[in-house]
């Protein structure tokens, strides 16, 4: 693990994606999160092992931008780490980033996966889950799902 914190930005800038994977490993959360960002912006196809690593980061908003990056790279060697992803992660939020990224990939179920999920998690109809996905308000949903929830325990 590295104790300084790396200049991620200077590091995307001249494509380093060596000190970048390293940067993944980094005991400071942002410097995980920004380099995960900055593979995908790179399209780092060499960084894709790493990456599928990164899924298992102890931090959720560093699996979300490892899901997106892995989204942007397009590497059929991620569908199977991102399918354990989608089936297992603890954070719906990550879940539904990894179904995002499979079909950025191209995996053909994913839409299917992406509407199973949002229909177990959010305890609603397929036909609202499909609804919710074909008119792109995913995020929106879950948020006000999750207002309604915290509103409620509050009472």
Known sequence: MLFFKP?????????????LIKALRHKDVSVRKKAAKALGDLNAKNAVDALIEALNDEDVDVRIEVARALGKVK??????ALLEVVRKDD??????EAAKALKEIG??????LTINLISQSLKVPKEIAEKIVSEGKITQMI????????????K
Do not use: P
């Open 7 to 19: 200049n991620v930005e200077k590091m995307k800038e001249r494509g380093d994606v060596e000190g």
């Open 143 to 154: 948020f006000d799902k999750k207002k309604l929830l915290d509103k409620f325990l509050r």
């Open 91 to 96: 954070s719906l939020d990550v879940r539904i």
């Open 107 to 112: 995996y053909s179920k994913a839409t299917e």
């Open 75 to 80: 590497d059929l060697k991620a569908v199977d």
